[in-house]
């Protein structure tokens, strides 16, 4: 059974803080890992995706994927109390057509 | 922004009664998805969709399921015979490439009653 597992939080940071959202994943084969930030009652919305090892900056955001060690990294960095959500960790595990998500951290930003 | 538009937003349906969610995927995509996520649970994989065929489908994606791309732009999903289980919200998501991102639309909130 493919997992993808998330610490379900909260993770709560004040305003300005840098938040680190952690994910693993038992697939070793896995090629492809994606960052969805999820409101209460919204659909997934993509904000970052690695294919290879090392980090990935995109604004305020960085991935970061270590496939030795299975792990999958998002730092927010100035986070603000809109970046307040649930994130999805997802993988596409290899020769597959799906996503498979963890359950999600839910983030607090304290104004 | 081209994005992955659903309808209905919300849908109530009785028990045994037969439901079909709507999706416009991004026009350009060729991977077409649905998901679902029960109210405090995971999103979870129910059935691909690759070349007017499915590519793959989940456990939960049993007789009662099925998927149709009638016109080349529509994507549904029909549930046959709802059952009370079936209360969650369904995300279609649709990607240019197998491995590339996937983009979701607003979700089809199921409730059976």
């Known amino acids: 059974q493919k997992e993808v597992e998330q610490n379900s939080g909260p993770l709560s940071v004040p305003e300005g803080a840098i938040a680190s959202l952690n994910c693993t994943y038992s697939d070793r084969v896995s090629q492809s890992f994606f960052w969805y930030r999820q409101y209460s009652g919204k659909s997934p919305e993509l904000i970052m995706s690695i294919y290879s090892n090392g980090d990935k900056e995109d604004g305020r955001f960085t991935a970061q994927l270590n496939k030795a060690s299975q792990y999958v990294s998002l730092l927010i960095r100035d986070s603000q109390p809109s970046d307040s959500a649930t994130y999805l960790c997802a993988v596409n595990p290899d020769s597959s057509y799906k996503l498979i998500f963890g359950s999600g951290t839910r983030l607090l930003v304290r104004p | 922004e081209p994005e992955v538009t659903q309808t209905p937003s919300h849908q109530v349906t009785q028990m045994g009664q037969e439901v079909i969610l709507r999706c416009v995927p991004i026009?350009?995509?060729?991977?077409f998805y649905w998901y679902r996520q029960i109210l405090g649970q995971k999103v979870e994989f129910l059935v691909s969709f690759y070349n007017n065929e499915i590519s793959e489908k989940s456990e939960i994606f049993d007789d009662q399921f099925s998927v149709e791309r009638p016109d080349g732009s529509n994507f549904t999903l029909k549930i046959r015979s709802t059952k009370l289980e079936d209360s969650a919200m369904y995300f279609c998501?649709?990607?240019?490439?197998?491995?590339?991102?996937?983009?979701f639309g607003q979700g089809t909130r199921l409730t059976v009653v």
């Open positions: 026009s350009n995509h060729l991977y």
């Open positions: 998501a649709s990607k240019t490439d197998i491995n590339t991102e996937a983009f």
